[in-house]
């Protein structure tokens, strides 16, 4: 069928299989360009592999470092002639690609927060990759929600303030103008519960179940990824809900630490910069900071995407003899170019003086919808959007 994008406020409802598939060889063309990376991984687990950080760090671990890599999504496939999510499209390339290069690879399409997800994973680990164990677990996922599965019980992560009410402008991506958000603060029900699905007890639980298998390797590195800002985002961000489920990730790092001791593990969180995923596009006031950010960044020559922040994880921070240091908290900060006092302060500026009117001169709304529309596979040079393609496509095991 041809397929056409159907935008609903911050989802897009069709994906384009050959568009999703150019975009993983893209990534993969581009960790290509930069060479191999010595010293890597050699066996990754990457926990919210199919989209936006967690799909770009297993490219830079593939095909950087050669590793071979089982992941864990949660997709659609296509059905009763709908396309199936983008993520699907991702992993079916993925593999394609790892195949052709040789490298091993199996990714499990199911929760990542039960436990019957992480044994499938845990055998996945043991069938796949060579010595049956891994030397470093990325831990990327974004979700709405999670079910406890010691309880049964489901909580709701909510983008909410704390303790105030919040206002400030925001862009509305449908009507392509500057207009005003207001938010009430969150319940104490409210903020558990994001703690509960973003914070750091199911990376936990993972390390403890992979560790109780039996399936990391003596030295395992595990890495979270967290959000930091800028202070326009605070108030919605780094001090509301999604901002605390977030600081929990340090409780974690340490207590997994500890727990990895006797095979000398670590836990790290890194902090990355903004970038357009479908997590990022639902949380109110970050796409208008996005949109004047990547304006900032591009005329400074610093932009950078998922793909290049990964590269540059694995290659800068990961593998290189003398990484950047850490922060105060220990944390990786990928984001520092985004926090640089030039980027920030002229972030600052453009964001008093933008509005409808002065959309385009202070920020780069363009590129934020064409990234948006790549998601999902649209707008990607070489595709033919009038083609007919098959949208029924099985994740190759
Ligand atoms: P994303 O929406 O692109 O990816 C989320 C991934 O999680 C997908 O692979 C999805 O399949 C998977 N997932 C969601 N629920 C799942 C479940 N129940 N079981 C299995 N898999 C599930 O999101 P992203 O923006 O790449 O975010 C990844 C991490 O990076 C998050 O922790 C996010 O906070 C962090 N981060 C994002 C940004 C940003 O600007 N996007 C910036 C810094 C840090």
Same mark, same amino acid.
């Given at each position: 069928?041809?397929?056409?994008?159907?935008?609903?406020?911050?989802?897009?409802?069709?994906?384009?299989?050959?568009?999703?598939? @150019?975009?993983?060889?893209?990534?993969?063309?581009?960790?290509?360009?930069?060479?191999?990376?010595?010293?890597?991984?050699?066996?990754?687990?990457?926990?919210?592999?199919?989209?936006?950080?967690?799909?770009?760090?297993?490219?830079?671990?593939?095909?950087?470092?050669?590793?071979?890599?089982?992941?864990?999504?949660?997709?659609? *496939?296509?059905?009763?002639?709908?396309?199936?999510?983008?993520?699907?499209?991702?992993?079916?390339? #993925?593999?394609?690609?790892?195949?052709?290069?040789?490298?091993?690879?199996?990714?499990?399409?199911?929760?990542?927060? %039960?436990?019957?997800?992480?044994?499938?994973?845990?055998?996945?680990?043991?069938?796949?990759? *060579?010595?049956?164990?891994?030397?470093?677990?990325?831990? %990327?996922?974004?979700?709405?929600?999670?079910?406890?599965?010691?309880?049964? @019980?489901?909580?709701?992560?909510?983008?909410?303030?704390?303790?105030?009410?919040?206002?400030?402008?925001?862009?509305?991506?449908?009507?392509?103008?500057?207009?005003?958000?207001?938010?009430?603060? $969150?319940?104490?029900?409210?903020?558990?519960?994001?703690?509960?699905?973003?914070?750091?007890?199911?990376?936990?639980?993972?390390?403890? $179940?992979?560790?109780?298998?039996?399936?990391?390797?003596?030295?395992?590195?595990?890495?979270?990824?967290?959000?930091?800002? *800028?202070?326009?985002?605070?108030?919605?961000?780094?001090?509301?809900?999604?901002?605390?489920?977030?600081?929990?990730?340090?409780?974690?790092?340490?207590?997994?630490?500890?727990?990895?001791?006797?095979?000398?593990?670590?836990?790290?969180? %890194?902090?990355?910069?903004?970038?357009?995923?479908?997590?990022?596009?639902?949380?109110?006031?970050?796409?208008?900071?996005? %949109?004047?950010?990547?304006?900032?960044?591009?005329?400074?020559?610093?932009?950078?995407?998922?793909?290049?922040?990964?590269?540059?994880?694995?290659?800068?921070?990961?593998?290189?003899?003398?990484?950047?240091?850490?922060?105060?908290?220990?944390?990786?900060?990928?984001?520092?170019?985004?926090?640089?006092?030039?980027?920030?302060?002229?972030?600052?500026?453009?964001?008093?003086?933008?509005?409808?009117?002065?959309?385009?001169?202070?920020?780069? #709304?363009?590129?934020?919808?064409? @990234?948006?529309?790549?998601?999902?596979? #649209?707008?990607?040079?070489?595709?033919?959007?009038?083609?007919?393609?098959?949208?029924?496509? *099985?994740?190759?095991?």
């Amino acid at each position: 069928m041809v397929v056409q994008p159907r935008i609903r406020s911050f989802i897009c409802l069709t994906a384009h299989p050959e568009g999703c598939a @150019e975009n993983v060889r893209q990534q993969i063309r581009y960790v290509n360009g930069k060479g191999a990376i010595e010293n890597g991984p050699k066996n990754v687990l990457v926990v919210g592999c199919s989209t936006g950080y967690g799909l770009a760090s297993r490219i830079a671990a593939s095909f950087g470092c050669g590793a071979g890599t089982v992941g864990v999504a949660f997709e659609k *496939p296509s059905d009763k002639g709908r396309t199936a999510s983008p993520g699907w499209y991702n992993n079916v390339a #993925f593999h394609d690609e790892v195949k052709k290069a040789g490298i091993p690879v199996a990714t499990v399409n199911g929760d990542a927060f %039960s436990d019957e997800v992480k044994q499938e994973t845990i055998q996945a680990i043991k069938a796949t990759l *060579p010595g049956g164990k891994v030397d470093q677990v990325i831990y %990327s996922l974004a979700s709405p929600r999670r079910t406890d599965p010691k309880t049964g @019980e489901t909580y709701k992560a909510t983008l909410k303030p704390i303790g105030q009410p919040f206002e400030n402008k925001n862009l509305n991506t449908d009507k392509q103008n500057v207009d005003i958000v207001s938010l009430e603060p $969150a319940s104490d029900e409210e903020i558990s519960g994001t703690i509960k699905v973003m914070g750091g007890e199911d990376w936990e639980l993972w390390m403890e $179940a992979l560790a109780e298998a039996g399936v990391l390797e003596e030295g395992v590195q595990t890495i979270a990824y967290s959000y930091i800002g *800028p202070e326009v985002t605070w108030p919605i961000y780094t001090n509301g809900t999604i901002g605390t489920a977030k600081k929990d990730l340090g409780r974690a790092a340490k207590a997994i630490t500890e727990k990895l001791s006797g095979l000398c593990g670590t836990a790290h969180v %890194s902090v990355n910069k903004a970038v357009v995923t479908q997590a990022s596009s639902a949380i109110p006031v970050v796409p208008l900071y996005i %949109s004047i950010l990547f304006k900032i960044m591009k005329a400074a020559g610093n932009h950078e995407g998922c793909i290049e922040q990964m590269d540059r994880l694995y290659r800068d921070f990961l593998t290189s003899d003398a990484p950047p240091p850490p922060d105060e908290e220990g944390r990786i900060r990928l984001d520092d170019y985004e926090m640089l006092p030039d980027i920030q302060q002229a972030v600052a500026g453009n964001w008093i003086r933008i509005n409808t009117d002065t959309l385009s001169e202070f920020a780069d #709304f363009d590129a934020y919808q064409s @990234e948006f529309l790549r998601l999902f596979g #649209f707008g990607i040079d070489g595709v033919d959007y009038d083609a007919d393609v098959e949208v029924d496509l *099985p994740l190759p095991s």
